[in-house]
Each structure stands twice: as C-alpha cells, then as structure tokens.
C-alpha cells in the first residue's frame, strides 16, 4: 500500500492543487491573492475546503503547520491545571 504525500506548507498545499493558477480557480479567487497565501498562510475561511478536497484527493494533512491549528482550548486549559499542580 502507497503511504500518504504528507501536507504540510501554503506551498506543498498550492502545488497539490496543481499551482498558482489552478489553485485560484478552486478558490474562485485571482492568481495574485493566491500567491499571496504562499508568503502570508490560507486564510481561515478556505481552511475546511482545502482540508476536504486535499484529503479526498488521498493526502495527509498536517494541519497543526498549515493551519496553525494545534492544541485545542481544552488541551490547553489541562495542561496549565497540570504546570499549577506540579509547581505547587
């Protein structure tokens, strides 16, 4: 079995799409505003979109490095209870 091409850049995620202008299309957006999320990140609003396509296409997606979405709320409200318990 083929192991999954992992996601983890703007870039490697554009390129996926097939490039800049490819990328614009699926976004409905001009090649330049596509360029842009190369140097600035995938704005939030298309985030769930790439994500579903991207993953039917049969890749992996890091989406702690490219969406910058890591720990939730919770994880992080346990792990301050758990650095004020041992400090104590």
Do not use: C, W
Request: charged share 25%.
């Amino acid at each position: 079995m083929r192991s999954k091409i992992k996601i983890s850049t703007p870039d490697e995620a554009l390129d996926a799409l097939g490039g800049t202008v490819k990328a614009s299309r699926f976004f409905n957006i001009v090649p330049h505003a596509t360029s842009m999320m190369r140097r600035r990140g995938i704005p939030s609003s298309y985030h769930l979109r790439l994500y579903m396509h991207l993953t039917s296409l049969g890749y992996e997606i890091n989406t702690e490095s490219l969406f910058g979405y890591g720990l939730t709320y919770e994880d992080e409200r346990q792990k301050e209870r758990r650095n004020k318990v041992s400090a104590e």
